[in-house]
């Protein structure tokens, strides 16, 4: 049985529909890219998923609890004043959504160590979360996704603002941890080279159409001119894909790297 | 007016059990008020703090004036525009404007309930700035009722109302029902406020509400440390200020809201200095 199914799944919004008939089965330990311009409703997708956003038709279903997705967010400053040490973000990301005073017992505290340290972050354990720089952040947010030991990552953006350096050492540490705990990952990216070595298939999203398939089945020229309606290229270069002109009509003169 | 008007012990031994149900009533007060505020700074709701207490004024004047039991019309107020609040505005924009917009009318509806009411000046200020003998036992009855529920009731969502406050986007993805705990601590807030305008009145709610825990917001970070030392902070202010204002002539207020901000002051210095600013 699957981990994730979503069967017809459609959103539209005023008559337009974000996407459509999405059918896709995830299974244990699957890595999933999900591609797509801004606005093409990637960040919907994965609210459907989470069950906080409601479908137009169609089904989702997953096959475990909502407290059994561990969520990684994009990349935000948060207020330097903000009174949230690292070391509890990451233990609410275990515990977090359970009624009750937030006693912490010696179990506790050794799993959100140990989540800390998979990330290489045992050190910012008592920082404040405004403190941090943006590639610490995106890593104690890795460690606060996988301290619940989830069966799916759901990452959304998680590498934006971050330089390329801290764009693979985040990318990295997803991957890894989900070969430790065999969950499986959906991953929305506007750049699919920093995962490209991981993902195992692809979702695109254009102009209310999709696409699924593996990287080589979905990023090639017809597929993405057949989903933009327009002409694209797919270049390949030393194991990196170029699209160009996918964006054309949103910014001029302007190649993107998908 | 001398100086034995503002402090005056020479008869302290014999004024301590006349307010023994106003000291009761007040470090009840600290504690709630102390633990509810810590929320009420997570989730930047101070001055929606202020317009929940006008309406708070505003119920227990009309009740007042209609001779029902004050306790009660300032709890319906307070609830009532918590609701108002919780359910209209839940962006913080819409959030400020409308508190903008309930508390003049709610103070201007007290006003009217005060300047209608024949009994004598002096209760009618108390609604406004506080009052220290006047806690009967019904009164410090209902006091407790109020803590036991804001207690209780906190101690059964603080985890994920703490989750939801400080990190709202994955708190809502990991399944934390923020809208609810919002509306269901807006009702604890509006209690917490009621609770407050019988004893310190409905202008200085703030010094309990909000002052002691942005001055332990401005010393720790910790889950733990917050609130103890924002309970401490409010009992320190409360009984402390009941006391001294026993020996004196004027009111409990004050008191009470001197020692918070002093308090606060200190908070924000001490914080200056460990931080080698």
């Given at each position: 049985m699957s981990l994730l199914r979503l069967s017809n799944a459609t959103l539209s919004f005023d008559e337009r529909a974000?996407?459509?008939?999405v059918d896709l089965e995830v299974q244990q330990g699957e890595f999933i890219a999900l591609i797509g311009a801004n606005g093409s409703g990637k960040s919907m997708l994965l609210k459907a998923i989470l069950g906080t956003q409601h479908l137009t038709s169609g089904e989702i279903s997953f096959a475990?609890?909502?407290?059994e997705i561990g969520y990684v967010p994009q990349h935000r400053n948060a207020?330097?004043?903000?009174?949230?040490r690292v070391f509890d973000a990451v233990r609410f990301g275990l515990?977090?959504?359970?009624?009750?005073?937030p006693i912490s017992s010696k179990e506790l505290r050794s799993r959100v160590n140990a989540a800390l340290a998979e990330v290489e972050?045992?050190?910012?354990?008592?920082?404040?979360?405004?403190?941090?720089?943006g590639g610490e952040m995106q890593r104690v947010r890795v460690a606060q996704a996988i301290v619940s030991k989830p069966k799916l990552i759901l990452a959304d953006?998680?590498?934006?603002?971050?330089?390329l350096n801290h764009q693979q050492r985040v990318a990295e540490l997803i991957n890894k941890q989900r070969k430790a705990l065999g969950s499986a990952v959906i991953f929305v990216t506007h750049d699919l080279n920093p995962i490209i070595d991981y993902v195992d298939r692809v979702i695109y999203l254009a102009q209310g159409k999709h696409s699924i398939g593996t990287t080589d089945e979905v990023m090639r020229s017809e597929v993405l001119s057949e989903l933009y309606g327009a002409e694209i290229d797919v270049v390949r270069n030393q194991g990196r894909i170029v699209v160009l002109g996918a964006h054309d009509h949103q910014h001029h003169d302007q190649e993107e790297w998908v | 007016m001398d100086f034995s008007d503002i402090?005056?012990?020479?008869?302290y031994d014999q004024l301590i059990p006349l307010v023994l149900n106003s000291l009761w009533a007040g470090a009840l007060l600290a504690l709630i008020g102390g633990l509810v505020g810590v929320f009420v700074m997570h989730r930047e709701l101070s001055f929606a703090v202020h317009g929940i207490s006008e309406l708070s004024f505003a119920g227990a004047a009309v009740f007042l004036l209609f001779s029902l039991d004050v306790v009660f019309g300032a709890v319906f107020g307070s609830l009532l525009a918590a609701a108002i609040i919780a359910f209209l505005g839940d962006k913080a924009r819409d959030r400020n404007s409308i508190v903008a917009v309930l508390m003049p009318f709610g103070l201007g509806l007290g006003i009217l309930a005060l300047a209608l009411y024949p009994g004598r000046a002096a209760n009618k200020f108390g609604l406004l700035t506080g009052q220290i003998v006047a806690v009967d036992d019904p009164k410090l009855g209902a006091m407790v009722v109020i803590a036991l529920v804001v207690l209780l009731t906190l101690a059964v969502i603080w985890r994920p109302l703490t989750f939801a406050s400080l990190d709202q986007e994955v708190a809502r993805a990991r399944g934390v029902n923020d809208r609810l705990l919002g509306i269901v601590f807006m009702m604890l807030l509006g209690l917490a406020v009621a609770g407050a305008v019988q004893i310190v009145g409905a202008l200085l709610v703030l010094a309990l509400l909000v002052t002691p825990a942005a001055a332990a917001l401005r010393l720790t970070s910790s889950q733990l440390w917050v609130p103890v030392l924002s309970v401490t902070f409010a009992l320190v202010s409360m009984v402390g200020g009941t006391l001294l204002a026993l020996?004196?002539?004027?009111?409990i207020s004050p008191y009470v809201t001197t020692i918070s901000f002093l308090i606060y002051l200190a908070a924000r210095l001490v914080a200056k200095v460990r931080n080698g600013a």
């Open positions: 974000l996407w459509s008939g475990g609890k909502q407290s207020d330097s004043g903000l009174p949230l515990d977090g959504h359970k009624l009750g005073l972050a045992s050190h910012l354990a008592q920082e404040r979360v405004g403190d941090l720089s953006e998680p590498l934006s603002a971050l330089d | 402090i005056n012990f020479s008869d020996g004196g002539t004027l009111p």
